[in-house]
Each structure stands twice: as structure tokens, then as C-alpha cells.
């Protein structure tokens, strides 16, 4: 009997259903074996999960200023964890809102979400792995693993998320979550955070202050809501409206939400003294290692003169950026050396680079202070008749700023209008050696060579080195060290280093000091300087400008305190015809204007012992060894127990 086609196709048909199912059911075995050997491996070197509530943190280091007020924290610091009882119910939804919709109904994983995330890495080769990871993948990689972008991490992730789902509750995982996710600024948990950045329990947060908290789990850094405000508050409208499409609030609680602003803690926003806390950071490092425990570090600096410091840069340099300034330092220190206020850019959030202690900047006319010091050491005098004319010493002929030449004038009136050919003459007479020496004896610890433009200033020199070295003639004559580390404990009190009494060392006495002190009044009084006038104050310093306009300098100083100011480019591209004059004399009023009283000022004291006749500074004893220098006339040698330091790579090593 013949078979009907309709009888074959049936027949064809089911062997076709039949193979399908067939090696669907192989392939299917073949995965789960697949999968089997992968977890095994994979779980192999599994971390410890007998350790889950044991909190590891890197101790943390607080800098206290000289009233005991907190500067900043460096390292991690950890609240007590919160009961998820105890937060209103939007708290933790800001977080399942923005983070993973999904947490109630996985299983520890999201399959979509991870195949959205392989076909990413998929298309994207060679670049960082997304995740796709839910809260509770979240969680496994910070209890238990390192965070690198590799597929051996994140199986392993995935492994440790089943099992935390399969070993704690909903509510528990979200409370472990929120306990010890990193919200930025070294606060990990929910409760640091809040403390943080809004000086408030947890349990009192707003609905906008938890979602600002939400939208800085996208990147601790980069939506910080002190450091960068704009793009927090950006992303947490995204989470306000993602609570809202959940159902976690209310159209009413959302628009209230909106009409309400977050204010973030000030002590955090305004980020005073960044650049001194990575000074000193490294000098704790340095000399005590890496911390064991928490550690309070009390510092020299004065919070509201700081304050008035980083006011005056960021005015001063954004009023003179269309002349080319980019960048400006101010570095404050008392007549004992003790940091006051440090500066050591025009934006710290911009740029973490620290120009305050690196000796890469040439000083121009703020050296010459170093070049008449040693010529009244040698007997020479404010009142004594010089010539401003063209002059060229061995091949080099120096010219003013200006263009034109004064003719018969005092020393006095050369120093107060920063004249070159004057100075020029003036150290190859006293010898650039001696004046080498002379620096180096008052605090500069950068190499000087001499040649003949050093009389001018072409010296590369740090903004610190320069304050502590016109610092001895704020004080009376005494070389200091600038320091701004007091005393370092450990949080139960345990004093683990002390700085002790500040550290003195004459080096400049009568009448040489009071000689100086009268030519750089006028700076200020008739000369280059006098936009750093502020009347009712005893005042004194010197401008400094480089032939390029590189660089523009004022230090200025009264009794018993001293503030360096330079601008310029990190770039060292000139500038347009800044002068130290100008901007730097400008930021230098600005500040000293407010900080003059706070600071008590006092008239600037005469030297406390007789001239030491050159035994400190100007020339050497005879025989005496040479010291370090780059050509000009003969070495001579530094003070005993004052040694030049050789050229340093890093920022300059101050002592404590």
C-alpha cells in the first residue's frame, strides 16, 4: 500500500522536533557540567566569608589647625552601622532606586542586566568591564574581593552574591550594603556619610540628602556633592524621579524634594588647606609610616588667616587672568618659621599640584634683598651715591626695566626701584659668592650659581624657602625653619612625635638689619612696591619680576610675620608684562589687610645681639672652604651648622 506524503512530512516532522529536542537537552546538559567546572574552579580561592562583619580600613589621619579645629581627614573612617529600622523608608528606596530596581525579586543576580553588560564588553574590547551588578554583587566585591575589572572577579562576585542571597535576608543585605559602600571624602557608611556631608544622624535625612547620597554610588569621586556639586545634584534629580516611578514617594514628596535646597556641610565644601594637608600627609608618611591606628596631627596652620589666603589667590588670579596669570601661591609664616597659611595653587579641586615647596621658579629682583644685605654687612650704606648706567661685567650687560637710566642715585632709591645695573654692580663688588652665602645663610636651600645674573634673581627657588628666608628679617635677625607639624598622637593620646620649641639661629644683626629693614620700607613707601601700602602698619618687602614676566614675586613682611606671594603659568609661557608690582603686591594687600589684625601686628623689631661682622653673613673668614656654586667669582662657605642642601628632584624637605 502506498504511503501517503502526508504520512512522511508527519513522520519527517517529528524527527526533526525529535533531534531538536535532543540536543537542546545534550547542549543543556553540557552547560550545566560547563557551569559546574567553572564555579569549582572559580570557588577554589574564594575568600574568607567567616569574616563578614570584620571591618579593614586604612587608619585615618586628622589635621587639626593651631586651635584645634579640623582641617581634613585623610585615610577612611567608619561610623557605627545604622538599623535599616531606624531610616524613614526613602533612605534605603533612593538606593534600590538608582541602583539595581530589580533587588526584591533577584536572586542575587540580574540575567538581563548582565547580558546588557556583556554585549557591551563584547563590543567594546580591550576596554574596563561593565558590570551590571546588582546591590548584592555590590556588596560581595566590597566585603570580599579587590575591584579589578577582571571575568575571574566577577564569577567569583556572582558565586558570592548566591550565596549571601541564600544566607541573609533582603533587608539584611541592604543594611550590610549601606553600612560599607565608600560615599567619598573617606567616609564609608551610610551614618559617616551623613555626618559628613550634612552634620546630621542618618536617621534625620531628607529625601534630597539621601538621593545626593544615592548618586555618589555612580562614582565617590567624581559626584562627590562638596567637591563637585553640580554633577551630584545632577544625578540625584535622576534618583528623586526614579523613587517616584517606583513608588517609593509620593508627586507631592518629589516636587517638595525639588522646591527644597540640600545644604552641604561647609567644613567639607570649602576644602580649606588641601595643598598644606598633602604637604604635611607625606611628611607623617615619611616619618612615622604608614599608620596602624587613627592619628591626630596638630598643625601650625590659623584656619581663618588660610582662609583669607585662598581668598586673595582666587581674586587675584581670576582679576588678572586676561594679562596671562594662571596660577598664584601665598605661603604665610610667623617670625618662629610656624605655617600660618599656605597656598599652593589658585584652585585645589583644578589642580592637586603643590607649587608652594617646589624650587623650580626663578626669583628675579626679590634675590637682590640678598645682594645689598651682603654689601652692608661689608660696610656699605643705604645713603651711599652709586650710578644707574649701562655696565657690563665679564661679557654680560644687565638692563633695567624701564629702558632708561637715572644716573646718580643712593643705594636706597636702586633697591626701592628694583634697579639692575645697580645691583649688578653692587654683588660683583661684594662678591656673588659672598651673596650665595648669604642666602643660603638665611634659609635658601636651593643651589645658587654665580654667575652675574644671579644678582638678579636667576636663581630657581620655592615660594616656602623665600618666605622663611625674608622671615629673618621680619623677626629681628634670625634664621628659622619653616615647619607645620606642632605635635602627631594617636587618637587615645599617645604622643608619637612633638616638635618642641621652634628653632632660632642669628644670622643678621646691627646696623645691616636695621639698614635693610629702612631701604625696604621704601620699596613699599616710593618705590615698585607700592601697591602693598596698607597705612597704620609698619611694612617692608620687595617685588620681583623676571625679564620674561615668567615670573612676578612680592614678599613683603612686618614684625614678626612674613607672607610670600608668586603668579604666574604652570606652563612657563610668559605672562603680559605682570609685574611683581602689580598682581602679587595686589593678592599680597588683599590678604595682609585682613590679617593684620588678627595676627597683632607689631613694628618690625631691630637685631637682638651686635653685628656679627660677617660671621653669619657677607664675606668668609680666611682659608675658610668653599661652598656650592656654578661659576663667577670664588666659592665661599655657608655658616657652621648651615649647609646648603644639594638640588632636590621633590618638593624641598622642611623639618618639622
Known amino acids: 500500500m502506498a504511503r501517503s506524503p502526508s504520512g512522511s512530512s508527519n513522520r519527517r516532522g517529528r524527527t526533526f522536533v525529535g533531534a531538536l529536542v535532543y540536543w537542546t537537552a545534550i547542549l543543556g546538559i553540557w552547560a550545566v557540567i560547563a557551569g559546574v567546572i567553572v564555579v569549582a574552579i572559580e570557588a577554589r580561592d574564594l575568600p574568607d566569608t567567616s569574616k563578614l562583619y570584620a571591618i579593614k580600613r586604612q587608619p585615618s589621619i586628622s589635621y587639626l589647625d593651631r586651635s584645634g579645629g579640623?582641617?581634613?581627614?585623610?585615610?577612611?573612617?567608619?561610623?557605627?552601622?545604622?538599623?535599616?529600622?531606624?531610616?524613614?523608608?526613602?533612605?534605603?528606596?533612593?538606593?534600590?532606586?538608582?541602583?539595581?530596581?530589580?533587588?526584591?525579586?533577584?536572586?542575587?543576580?540580574?540575567?538581563?542586566?548582565?547580558?546588557?553588560?556583556a554585549a557591551f564588553n563584547f563590543s567594546h574590547p580591550?576596554?574596563?568591564?561593565?558590570?551590571?551588578?546588582?546591590?548584592?554583587?555590590?556588596?560581595?566585591?566590597?566585603?570580599?574581593l579587590n575591584p579589578a575589572q577582571t571575568y575571574h572577579r566577577k564569577i567569583q562576585e556572582l558565586i558570592l552574591a548566591v550565596w549571601l542571597e541564600a544566607h541573609f535576608s533582603k533587608a539584611q543585605i541592604l543594611a550590610l550594603y549601606l553600612n560599607r559602600v565608600n560615599f567619598g571624602g573617606g567616609a564609608y557608611g551610610i551614618e559617616a556619610a551623613a555626618q559628613r556631608y550634612f552634620n546630621k544622624p542618618a536617621a534625620?535625612?531628607?529625601?534630597?540628602?539621601?538621593?545626593?547620597?544615592?548618586?555618589?554610588?555612580?562614582?565617590?569621586?567624581?559626584?562627590?556633592?562638596?567637591?563637585?556639586?553640580?554633577?551630584?545634584?545632577?544625578?540625584?534629580?535622576?534618583?528623586?524621579?526614579?523613587?517616584?516611578e517606583m513608588g517609593a514617594i509620593t508627586a507631592a514628596q518629589r516636587d517638595q524634594a525639588f522646591a527644597q535646597p540640600v545644604h552641604v556641610s561647609t567644613r567639607l565644601a570649602d576644602q580649606r588647606a588641601q595643598y598644606f594637608v598633602d604637604w604635611l600627609d607625606g611628611q607623617v608618611r615619611a616619618r612615622l609610616g604608614e599608620p596602624t591606628e587613627d592619628l591626630v596631627v596638630e598643625t601650625?596652620?590659623?584656619?581663618?588667616?588660610?582662609?583669607?589666603?585662598?581668598?586673595?589667590?582666587?581674586?587675584?588670579?581670576q582679576a588678572h587672568a586676561a594679562q596671562g596669570v594662571q596660577q598664584g601661591v601665598l605661603i604665610g609664616l610667623d617670625g618662629d618659621g610656624r605655617i600660618r597659611a599656605y597656598v599652593g595653587g589658585a584652585d585645589y579641586a583644578e589642580s592637586q599640584y603643590d607649587r608652594g615647596a617646589v624650587p623650580e621658579r626663578q626669583a628675579g629682583s626679590a634675590f637682590k634683598p640678598f645682594v645689598y644685605l651682603t654689601a652692608m654687612v661689608q660696610g656699605h650704606t643705604p645713603s651711599e651715591m652709586t650710578v644707574d648706567e649701562p655696565v657690563t661685567i665679564h661679557g654680560w650687560t644687565p638692563r633695567d626695566y624701564t629702558g632708561r637710566y637715572l644716573g646718580?642715585?643712593?643705594?636706597?632709591?636702586?633697591?626701592?626701584?628694583?634697579?639692575?645695573?645697580?645691583?649688578?654692580?653692587?654683588?660683583?663688588?661684594?662678591?656673588?659668592?659672598?651673596?650665595?652665602?648669604?642666602?643660603?645663610?638665611?634659609?635658601?636651600?636651593?643651589?645658587?650659581?654665580?654667575?652675574?645674573?644671579?644678582?638678579?634673581?636667576?636663581?630657581?627657588?620655592?615660594?616656602?624657602?623665600?618666605?622663611?628666608?625674608?622671615?629673618?628679617?621680619?623677626?629681628?635677625?634670625?634664621?628659622?625653619?619653616?615647619?607645620?607639624?606642632?605635635?602627631?598622637?594617636?587618637?587615645?593620646?599617645?604622643?608619637?612625635?612633638?616638635?618642641?620649641?621652634?628653632?632660632?639661629?642669628?644670622?643678621?644683626?646691627?646696623?645691616?638689619l636695621g639698614e635693610m629693614t629702612q631701604m625696604m620700607r621704601q620699596v613699599i613707601a616710593s618705590g615698585t612696591g607700592g601697591r602693598a601700602a596698607i597705612s597704620g602698619y609698619d611694612l617692608a618687602g620687595k617685588t620681583g619680576t623676571t625679564s620674561d614676566y615668567r615670573d612676578a614675586w612680592f614678599i613683603g613682611f612686618t614684625g614678626g610675620f612674613v607672607a610670600s606671594v608668586w603668579v604666574g603659568r604652570d606652563d612657563n609661557t610668559p605672562m603680559r608684562k605682570v609685574t611683581g608690582g602689580a598682581a602679587p603686591a595686589e593678592i599680597w594687600r588683599a590678604f595682609m589687610s585682613a590679617a593684620l589684625p588678627r595676627i597683632a601686628a607689631q613694628p618690625i623689631p631691630s637685631a637682638a645681639q651686635p653685628?656679627?661682622?660677617?660671621?653669619?653673613?657677607?664675606?668668609?673668614?680666611?682659608?675658610?672652604?668653599?661652598a656650592p656654586g656654578v661659576g663667577g667669582s670664588s666659592p665661599a662657605p655657608p655658616p657652621p651648622a648651615i649647609t646648603p642642601a644639594p638640588a632636590p628632584s621633590k618638593p624641598v624637605p622642611v623639618p618639622f
Not at 76 to 85: C, E, I, K, N, T
Not at 212 to 231: C, D, Q
Not at 611 to 626: F, M, T
Request: hydrophobic letters at 45%.
Open 300 to 317: 601650625t596652620l590659623d584656619l581663618p588667616i588660610q582662609a583669607l589666603a585662598e581668598q586673595a589667590i582666587g581674586a587675584g588670579v
Open 408 to 512: 646718580p642715585i643712593t643705594l636706597e632709591t636702586a633697591l626701592a626701584q628694583s634697579i639692575n645695573t645697580v645691583a649688578a654692580r653692587l654683588a660683583d663688588q661684594v662678591g656673588t659668592s659672598n651673596v650665595a652665602r648669604t642666602a643660603h645663610a638665611l634659609g635658601i636651600l636651593s643651589p645658587i650659581q654665580t654667575d652675574p645674573s644671579m644678582a638678579l634673581g636667576a636663581v630657581s627657588v620655592s615660594p616656602l624657602e623665600m618666605a622663611g628666608a625674608y622671615d629673618a628679617f621680619a623677626n629681628g635677625g634670625q634664621r628659622v625653619f619653616p615647619y607645620g607639624i606642632q605635635r602627631i598622637r594617636t587618637a587615645a593620646g599617645k604622643v608619637l612625635y612633638d616638635h618642641g620649641p621652634p628653632q632660632r639661629t642669628a644670622v643678621i644683626g646691627e646696623p645691616a
Open 611 to 626: 653685628d656679627l661682622g660677617g660671621a653669619s653673613v657677607g664675606s668668609p673668614p680666611a682659608g675658610a672652604p668653599p
Open 70 to 117: 579640623l582641617i581634613a581627614v585623610r585615610g577612611s573612617q567608619y561610623s557605627p552601622p545604622v538599623d535599616l529600622s531606624t531610616l524613614p523608608p526613602y533612605v534605603p528606596a533612593a538606593f534600590v532606586a538608582i541602583e539595581d530596581k530589580q533587588f526584591y525579586h533577584h536572586f542575587g543576580f540580574n540575567p538581563w542586566g548582565m547580558l546588557r553588560s
Open 126 to 144: 580591550g576596554g574596563p568591564l561593565r558590570g551590571g551588578s546588582t546591590i548584592t554583587q555590590q556588596l560581595a566585591r566590597n566585603l570580599f
Open 204 to 244: 534625620q535625612l531628607s529625601i534630597g540628602e539621601a538621593a545626593l547620597l544615592a548618586a555618589t554610588m555612580k562614582g565617590p569621586s567624581r559626584y562627590n556633592p562638596a567637591a563637585n556639586s553640580a554633577r551630584a545634584a545632577k544625578r540625584a534629580t535622576l534618583v528623586i524621579n526614579d523613587m517616584y
